[in-house]
T-cell receptor, first 110, second 116 residues
Framework: QKEVEQDPGPLSVPEGAIVSLNCTYS??????FMWYRQYSRKGPELLMY??SSGNKEDGRFTAQVDKSSKYISLFIRDSQPSDSATYLC??????????WGAGTKLIIKP | GAVVSQHPSWVICKSGTSVKIECRSL??????MFWYRQFPKQSLMLMAT?????????EQGVEKDKFLINHASLTLSTLTVTSAHPEDSSFYIC????????????FGPGTRLTVT
């Protein structure tokens, strides 16, 4: 079993919809929870990170962490075709190394 | 801020030759740099971690004599793929970590290596 589980998708939604991306993890020692966006043939771009359980909002993006359930989510409101990309969750272990999910490919249909 | 560049963005080389990839932090000092490899439709695989002025620490299964990493300054790390073979063809991505926090890594745009 992988330490971080993420559905690879693809997830296809119409423009304007609310998108929900999720990851589960098994290691309760993970400290920081990150969401990266990766366009095809590009490096990952850090979108948001959280440390504690709860919600963190940045524009159209909301990151949610539930440490008791070992579950994290990224919500995208008013999704745009430009949001089409692969979204990777990652978590830091005790050495601050990033442990990655598989990435979910998101497609926003105009 | 926190911009990382890589050069070249795409390189084609012949089997048996060596190729060097540069990673630079443009607006911050990177005490630690990381090198990743990514195959199509897969997540990132950490190859090695390098601290400025120190030898790189390689992940299990990564050949240190094949993938030479040099982190000679706080803004530059290089990855040299020696005696490249077609199976080394991949997307190589570097990231850098500076004073922003141990949890924050900023990634370069990646280098696509094709070995013919």
């Amino acid at each position: 079993q992988k330490e971080v589980e993420q559905d690879p998708g693809p997830l296809s939604v119409p423009e304007g919809a609310i998108v929900s991306l999720n990851c589960t993890y098994s290691n309760s020692a993970f400290q920081y929870f990150m969401w990266y966006r990766q366009y095809s043939r590009k490096g990952p771009e850090l979108l948001m990170y959280t440390y504690s359980s709860g919600n963190k909002e940045d524009g159209r993006f909301t990151a949610q962490v539930d440490k008791s359930s070992k579950y994290i989510s990224l919500f995208i409101r008013d999704s745009q075709p430009s949001d089409s990309a692969t979204y990777l969750c990652a978590m830091t272990d005790s050495n601050y190394q990033l442990i990655w999910g598989a990435g979910t490919k998101l497609i926003i249909k105009p | 801020g926190a911009v990382v560049s890589q050069h070249p963005s795409w390189v084609i080389c012949k089997s048996g030759t060596s190729v060097k990839i540069e990673c630079r932090s443009l607006d911050f000092q990177a005490t630690t740099m990381f090198w990743y490899r990514q195959f199509p439709k897969q997540s990132l695989m950490l190859m090695a971690t390098s601290n400025e002025g120190s030898k790189a620490t390689y992940e299990q299964g990564v050949e240190k004599d094949k993938f030479l990493i040099n982190h000679a300054s706080l803004t530059l790390s290089t990855l040299t793929v020696t005696s490249a073979h077609p199976e080394d063809s991949s997307f190589y991505i570097c990231s850098a970590r500076g004073g922003q926090g141990l949890h924050e890594q900023y990634f370069g745009p990646g280098t696509r290596l094709t070995v013919t």
